[in-house]
Structure formats: structure tokens, C-alpha cells
């Protein structure tokens, strides 16, 4: 008999922690949309939180350095469809024209993106080249 009482509070208390995690894990998951997904659904996205990926259109870059504020149009090299972004805040070095980029923010269709975080992948200049080997370098001393 205490063995019942035993197993029924720990499988109690696993239900309890499964459904805390569960429900933390989904609160925070965001599905990253690219901007033919956001064009397409935009009367479904509208006042939700979401994340967009694509890369930043050439020459769409306009900053406020005194405000900390970039204006861009963040585009979709498949479909050639755009998505005019501001962000305010820290501007990542790796921001620049043509960079990959993930900007999250709630989505308003009639408006320009209002974004609260701007994540730039890093160049793809630190990647070898298809068929480039790396150098060898040689090590002295062994």
C-alpha cells in the first residue's frame, strides 16, 4: 500500500513538470516565416507576433545613427517579393546590404514591419568556396 501512494505522487508530480514544460516550449516557439508566406497569409498574421527571414534588399538601408534606427526592405531572393522593416536598437555588425536576416515583431499588413529584434547571419566570406580545400599549415617543432 505505501508503494501506491508513492507512484501516485511522482506521476503526479511528472504530469505536473511535463505539462510546465510543454506549455513554456510552445509559448516560445515562433516559426520563422519568408515573405511570399507573410504576403500570402497577411489577413491571418495581422497583431500576432511572428519572424520573417530573408535577405536585406540592396541599396534599402537607411540609418538614424542618433536614434539607433534602421529603415530596410527585407527581400525574398526566390520570389523577388519584399517587406519594407524599421528596427530600433542594437544594429548588429553583420547588418549590411544582401545580409540573410531574421526580424521579429507583431505583423500590421497596412504598415511597415515594426521589428523588436533584427539577428544578421554572419558572411558567408568565412565559408570555403565549393572544391577550395582550406591551407595546410605547417606545424614546426614536431
Known sequence: MPHLKFLIVGGLILGAVSYLMFSGISGSMVYYYTVPEVMAQSGDLAGRGIRISGHVSPGSIRRDAAQSQVEFVVLDQ???QTLPVSYQGIIPDTFRDG???VVEGEYNPDEVFQAQVLLAKCPS??????????????????
Do not use: D, Q
Open 99 to 101: 545580409a540573410e536576416v
Open 125 to 142: 566570406k568565412y565559408e570555403a568556396r565549393p572544391g577550395e580545400h582550406p591551407p595546410e599549415i605547417p606545424i614546426s617543432g614536431l
Open 78 to 80: 526566390s520570389s523577388s
